[in-house]
């Protein structure tokens, strides 16, 4: 079906008109068309995986098969907080841990002596105890996650607040992006069902209101202060939606934020809750980057669930879901899909909605739930593997901390480039001033100009980030979203490539 | 908030209507309730994890702080198609790659002495070439899966059908479940879209229909007929579901059946295309007991990709989608949730729209997808794991065919049962005749009459199995789905514990 292949062009498009002009003689050859699809899915926009990324991989390929042509030797993938993909290693207890549960026939008295020259015995021992309480991994689960493993979620949230945490009010996922998507879903009654998220946000957000036909009703992030969000643009938004009959039902804050790195104060938090509470709206805390901190004096992160169960009393019914993963801080195990997500003052019946819902997808892996276990309750002062892990997790959030100041340092000395630092997360967010020649080249092809610029960067470095428009941003600017994550050895070159780019697209566009 | 909880009781309605009343003066307490959520997910109904299920969780809960009052020691879960929750072995060398891909440092040559005394040499090897052509098993893949594990797909098709296969037309998912619900979504353009599907069905068939709006259009299997289907019955349905405006779309064949175990003819399969063809209807082919099949020689497995293949030029445009899983067969992973499914002349177009739609949840999770690389390509003669690979195979397979008999022959001799044999998959269906008296109570109790004997035989023997009604059935006629999983040296206590509660039932509500 080459004809429907082509049909992205202007030539296809003559094709298919033939064909559907056609179709009152004869049958169309598919009953799946574009024209017949689920309209809602049509819409949907996923730009970290984007026209960038997958140009990406088509030059990555191409590396393989005729690198003669292209001007790097590697392509960086700078799109998608994937660490494990640059090389960050993992943590080494995690995958002792993971691989005797993978073998338990390591773990049989005959074995034991070989076994314990290559696995330290506490790695040992927390296999035996898993596996004791999981039965075989190879075994559906509640459809909720392990009993034991969301009693180890629920004390590690303890810990970290210092307030009660229950274990029902847990459920383990595959990534916390399909806990997003469900409560997303949830929470949406009608095509008038409004969730504010913020602009720029994580494109998951937008995508999955595009899919469950919820409307975005969006808050701007405010650049100028270090991208902080205030009570007022809040009241705003929210009058200008509800003006439009749009029935504002949730609030989606990304803290520390995504794409833009800001982590909030307690105040601030404050502020968002009572805005919550006094116009009834559902929070949802996107809470995944929580251990990439980088300025921790400065601005510490603070959970939401205890910055509520800190306030006064009338804030207690406050409803509240919290999303985690083993994706992002220093773990950085985003293959294995795990995550979780609380649920703070929910009504019991959407619990068991949200419990029957999961059930139809039977349960969360395995796999990664172990990881959510390990994630929230790694080895502890005394442990034999305490050492070593406490070793790697300094070492990979120090060179992170470094990695995300030399990379805003390298953006801010480019002509017509500012970007603020990184509070958190794995991003920074730099705001790029185009010349007039770009803008109208990029018009011209049918493209945003930050999408023009990004995909420039790509073909002459290697380099894969995402535009700013993929995430949205304050009309009339310009931004790309790029991790901090490529190798440390190799950052200084990484920085001079981004430099001699920016330096020739500006002196061949240049006004 | 007890009021809501109570709130499925009838108390509970009172003060619930109590609560609605008072908003007029106070707010009400939740955004987000019954009232206010995505009203399809209320329609959604999982029976598999349903109210029989919920209640044998309970019951085995209650085992662990006050088994006194209970009849039994154990609860046996014949509810899912779970076997290694039921002490099925995995396979051996399958876990001894993933244990070594999960543990790198394992393959590094400080290790290799004491590793080669603990692994075999193609374990090792199939290791390292994963992990070559991986990279980390902590990133993220593609979104449609490893490139390299898909090739081996293709080629896993090819040899079973002797038909080309391309890895582009593959698609990794997280179990075959997440495949069919994001085909079936896509499937549905509007409220009036039909999708058939056999009664009985397994029940992920009509919760996603409910999920996504779609109308189920119900064709019966033919119990008489060792749960056959005919042409006839596909031709009636479809008839009656287009003279109510309904826009047939897709067919849904589960084969081997499930819950219903028959595998289907060659000819059988052939008369399905024809039909799919003629009508202009979307195949979709649930094939993931495609290797548990208890009586080859009489009822081979043939996968509906090879039977098209073979067919008339004509037919070499069908749209075909086929679902396979690492959950079934002799592997019985299902903790891993991974699975693939193959599209068959499926527009380019909606390939890529599928592509995109797996982006926003970035890929199937790593450990499912290299599970579908060792299912797909197994040891092969020569190899030096190939000999207990097959023991191990072959073991499960005679056991599981043992048994499938064992228990129909069991079924067969109780009063008023009668049950087909098992072709294929891992299930018996056996039909139950009630007495009338039973039936009153069970409308007494606000339930069906299977549900209402499946809970007795759940309080009396801890065995816990799936209504009838759940998976929908001829009217008037009661059945419950048993799996035939539970160990083989328990299996005739199992029986006898079965007979016995099913002789007491019929003494208590003899007619």
Sequence with gaps: MNSIRASKTVYGQLIRNIRLVSTTSKKPSKVLTLDTMHPLIKNVEYAVRGAVPIRAEALSKQLQTDPSKLNFDKVVFCNIGNPQQLNQKPITFFRQVASLCENPELLKPENRQLVSKLYPSDAIRRAELLLNKIGSIGAYSHSKGIPFIRENVAKFIERRDGYKANPDDIFLTQGAS?????????????????????????????????????????????????????????????????????????????????????????????????????????????????????????RPFHSFKK??????????????????????????????????????????????????????????????????????????????????????????????????????????????????????????????????????????????????????????????VVPGSGFGQEPGTYHFRSTFLPEEHLFDQFCSKLEAFHNDFMKKYRD
């Design 178 to 298: 399909e806990g997003v998507q469900k409560v997303l879903q949830m929470l949406t009654e009608h095509n008038k069902t409004g969730i504010m998220i913020p602009i720029p946000q994580y494109p998951l957000y937008s995508a999955t209101l595009s899919l469950v036909d919820a409307k975005p009703v969006p808050y701007f992030l405010k650049e100028e202060e270090d991208w902080g969000l205030n009570r007022k643009d809040l009241e705003r938004s929210l009058q200008e939606a509800r003006s439009k009959g749009i029935d504002v039902r949730a609030l989606v804050i990304i803290n520390p934020g995504n794409p833009t790195g800001q982590c909030l104060s307690e105040e601030n938090m404050r502020d968002i809750i009572d805005f919550c509470h006094t116009e009834r709206i559902v929070l949802l805390a996107d809470e995944v980057y929580q251990t990439n901190i980088y300025q921790p004096e400065r």
């Design 307 to 464: 910055v509520l169960k800190s306030m006064g009393a009338e804030y207690q019914e406050q409803e509240l879901f919290s999303f985690h993963s083993i994706s992002k801080g220093m773990i950085g195990e985003c293959g294995r899909r795990g995550g979780y997500f609380e649920c703070v003052n929910i009504d019991p019946d959407i619990m068991d909605q949200l419990y029957k819902i999961s059930s139809v997808s039977l349960c969360p892996n395995i796999h990664g739930q172990i990881m959510v276990d390990l994630m929230t309750n790694p080895p502890v002062e005394g442990d034999v593997s305490y050492p070593q892990y406490k070793a790697e997790v300094d070492a990979i959030y120090e060179s992170l901390r470094r990695r995300a100041i030399k990379l805003a340092s390298c953006f801010n000395k480019l002509e017509g480039v500012t970007c603020n630092n990184a509070e958190g997360a794995m991003y920074l967010f730099p705001r790029i001033r185009l010349p007039e020649k770009a803008i109208k080249e990029a018009e011209k092809a049918g493209m945003p100009a930050d999408a023009f610029y990004s995909l420039a960067m790509l073909d002459a470095t290697g380099v894969c």
